[in-house]
């Protein structure tokens, strides 16, 4: 499911986006997944909102994603098929697997993080014309990779004021 060294069509696109999709739905499931964990008297507002807030970025990501994928002239895959490719290259955990919920968080916001940089690098290494404006897509895409750098920066200073 590697992104690869460069995006050479329309299709291809698609669904690179919409593995970036399922890495989202993966994110938000996990935080919430972590925030119904918290039992009341260890409930930490810190954590609290830090999980919160990464639910709602992935849910704004995901609205991003989906709406440059609504402006390509790309067939669309089964979500199935996406599921699967991200179940076998990210799936390899449970939240459960971690015995912090901010070292499964951090590891949530790298992983997209990275995704994104790939794609971004694959997207400038690439000559092809797409259905959608270059430039914009690859804004939309540093946004969303900026955010998710925000992501492991706010968990990190969380980890270090707890340490």
Do not use: W
Not at 55 to 73: F, N
Not at 95 to 113: K, R, V
């Amino acid at each position: 499911m590697s992104v690869g060294h460069r995006v050479d069509s329309d299709h291809q696109l698609a669904r690179l986006l919409q593995i970036g999709i399922v890495l989202e739905e993966v994110v938000e499931a996990r935080s919430y997944h972590h925030y119904q964990s918290l039992e009341e008297p260890a409930l930490d507002s810190e954590i609290e909102a830090l999980l919160e807030g990464a639910a709602e970025e992935s849910a704004e990501h995901r609205e991003r994603l989906e709406a440059l994928i609504a402006d390509l002239d790309a067939e669309s895959i089964p979500f199935e098929e996406i599921e699967a490719l991200v179940e076998a290259q990210y799936g390899g955990t449970e939240p459960d697997d971690f015995d912090d919920i901010l070292y499964d968080q951090l590891c949530n916001e790298e992983t997209a993080y990275k995704f994104y940089d790939d794609l971004i690098g694959a997207l400038r290494a690439s000559d092809v014309t797409f259905g959608i404006d270059r430039d914009h897509l690859i804004d939309v895409l540093v946004e969303i990779r900026e955010e998710e750098a925000e992501g492991v920066e706010e968990v990190t200073k969380v980890m270090e004021n707890r340490s």
